[in-house]
């Protein structure tokens, strides 16, 4: 008896470690560690991208930054989360930098 149940465990422990690993090494590669390439490949342009400015640009931006997320707070001063506001506030301040002469990635 005590074979058996021994027998039992085993094949119920080969199954159960057999069976999940593909899904677990399918969810990993697609959920971890792709959110995570990404995200050190978008961190590394951004690097990049704002490297290449000069240092009046970079007061520019620093100064546009201010003045853009004040505007919009002020515009939309909505502490809650809301996704369509979310995307209003986005653009406004994608086209706030832009018009006051500042390059966003």
């Known amino acids: 008896m005590k074979i058996f149940i021994k027998l039992v465990t085993i094949l119920v422990s080969i199954y159960g470690i057999v069976s999940c690993t593909p899904k677990m090494m399918i969810d990993f590669w697609n959920g971890h560690y792709s959110l995570r390439n990404t995200a050190e490949k978008m961190r590394k342009q951004e690097e990049e991208f704002y490297a290449k400015e000069t240092?009046?640009?970079?007061?520019?931006?620093?100064?546009?930054?201010?003045?853009?997320?004040?505007?919009?707070?002020?515009?939309?001063?909505?502490?809650?989360?809301?996704?369509?506001?979310?995307?209003?506030?986005?653009?406004?301040?994608?086209s706030c930098m832009r018009e006051r002469g500042s390059s966003i990635l």
């Open 55 to 94: 240092e009046e640009q970079k007061k520019l931006r620093k100064k546009n930054i201010d003045y853009c997320l004040n505007w919009i707070n002020k515009k939309y001063p909505n502490p809650n989360f809301d996704y369509d506001l979310s995307n209003k506030k986005q653009t406004l301040y994608k």
